[in-house]
């Protein structure tokens, strides 16, 4: 049987991927979505009774929902119980979200992670991708909105604050703009950023005092366990260096292995990062595979006029 390949090119970097039939394409599709409903349903019901010291749901999520306005970092050491360690306008962008009950939460918070992850791989991918990120999915940690915003960040530059005012150190990626001298797209990070501190400031300024003394306070703090073990003073030049080359030479897949060598620390979850190369070094493929989505989203796409050379993942 001829195999048929369908390609994606990055600068003079190009991925291949098999091109599936129809019926195996939406046979993928629907798998997918019936897998994402399995593991949010169980996820969810696995967050009753909460125990930190049992394995379980929600351990990285959990500290968002218990952190009190007013004094959000009362415990905030890394690797700590309920440890709340991002900026105060996280606590506010999530505000409604946080005013649920914690099992109510976790149902919109899971779904908030699987609705990046679809939109980071499309409907295809998304069964196979799922068995990978699952770790991520079952903490609730923010990685998977990183790699949604950093991928977006390519279009909506302003998307880079979600990096800023929470990990911070990610941040760095915004070299991209610097180093091509994409004066705007990095005007416009930096002005989305200042604006959106400035407005959480004249909410709760007390609040970002508190924050700046954590991020100092927890520079080098030393982890108990669950983390790869090299430093961030080790991984920042070596994450910059990549970074630089990534937008010297046009790589764009190679910015998420940069900003993910930048996080103050690389938890084994934390690898869910590197799902934002897979729509950066095959953007054909995985937009292709939205017009395999079920229902009415699936027909329109499939109702869209092609990209000249583009061919059906």
């Known amino acids: 049987m001829r195999s048929e390949y369908a390609g994606a090119v990055m600068s003079n970097w190009r991925v291949s991927l098999p091109v599936l039939t129809p019926g195996r394409?939406?046979?993928?599709?629907?798998?997918?979505?019936?897998?994402?409903?399995?593991?949010?349903?169980?996820?969810?019901?696995?967050?009753?009774?909460?125990?930190?010291?049992?394995?379980?749901?929600?351990?990285?999520?959990?500290?968002?929902?218990?952190?009190?306005?007013?004094?959000?970092?009362?415990?905030?050491?890394?690797?700590?119980?309920?440890?709340?360690?991002?900026?105060p306008a996280f606590l506010e962008l999530t505000a409604p979200l946080r005013a649920l009950p914690w099992q109510w939460f976790m149902a919109g918070w899971t779904a908030v992670l699987l609705l990046a992850l679809l939109y980071l791989v499309g409907p295809v991918l998304l069964g196979p991708v799922l068995v990978l990120v699952l770790p991520e999915i079952i903490g609730g940690n923010i990685t998977l909105l990183l790699a949604a915003t950093l991928v977006a960040g390519f279009r909506y530059p302003g998307a880079w604050a979600f990096h800023l005012l929470t990990k911070v150190t990610p941040g760095v990626g915004l070299l991209w703009f610097a180093v091509r001298r994409e004066g705007r797209a990095l005007a416009i990070a930096t002005a989305t950023t200042a604006g959106l501190v400035l407005l959480s400031f004249a909410y709760t300024p007390g609040a970002w005092d508190e924050w700046f003394r954590v991020l100092v306070g927890n520079a080098g703090a030393p982890i108990d366990s669950g983390s790869l073990p090299a430093p961030l003073l080790v991984r920042l030049p070596i994450a910059l260096v990549v970074i630089a080359w990534a937008a010297h030479t046009n790589r764009r897949w190679a910015l998420p292995i940069g900003c993910l060598l930048a996080l103050p620390v690389v938890w084994y979850g934390s690898l869910s990062l590197l799902v934002a190369v897979i729509p950066l070094a095959a953007p054909t493929w995985t937009a292709a595979s939205w017009r395999d989505a079920p229902g009415p989203l699936g027909a329109w796409m499939r109702r869209q006029p092609r990209a000249s050379g583009t061919r059906s993942a």
Do not use: N
């Open 25 to 87: 394409r939406r046979a993928l599709v629907w798998a997918g979505f019936i897998w994402a409903v399995v593991v949010w349903a169980i996820v969810v019901a696995a967050t009753e009774p909460y125990d930190w010291d049992r394995p379980g749901t929600g351990h990285d999520a959990r500290p968002y929902w218990t952190a009190i306005f007013e004094h959000p970092y009362a415990t905030s050491r890394v690797g700590a119980h309920d440890a709340y360690l991002y900026s």
